[in-house]
């Protein structure tokens, strides 16, 4: 990029800044949510450095319905959630996905993926810092 984009890579580097988190579906905000959830976890595996199909596998384990149903619970439990934040929560367990299996952990471990997701998605637009 030239020194006159730098402001068009900042920009494409953040939410948008009219996105409206309390007004998105919860299936887009579960869908922002993996998304972060995953460059989050490569980010913490990637060093020190790994061979590839260890490194995949790390994240992979991580990166799941049910290690994320396992964090929302450890989550909920740990730390205090506004009224905002349960409503994601509650929103992103509701949320009609095709993508839900019926394997191992059944649709409640991937109703508490859904929601871990929506409320990492939710928080990225709506709360950086925290």
């Known amino acids: 990029l030239q020194e006159n984009n730098g402001d068009l ?11 409206q988190p309390d007004q998105m579906s919860a299936s887009s905000l579960a869908y922002l949510g993996d998304v972060v959830f995953e460059l989050f976890i490569r980010s913490r595996y990637v060093w020190p450095q790994r061979r590839m199909p260890v490194l995949q596998n790390t994240v992979v384990g991580l990166v799941n319905a049910e ?45 508490d993926s859904t929601a871990f997701e929506a409320l990492l998605g939710y928080t990225y637009i709506n709360d950086k810092v925290r």
């Open 9 to 19: 890579f900042t920009e494409l580097m953040s939410p948008i800044s009219s996105a």
């Open 67 to 111: 290690a994320q149903s396992k964090l929302l619970q450890k989550f909920i439990d740990d730390f205090s959630l506004s009224s905002a934040e349960q409503t994601v929560l509650s929103r992103g367990r509701n949320a009609s996905l095709t993508a839900r299996k019926k394997g191992k952990g059944g649709e409640s471990m991937y109703q």
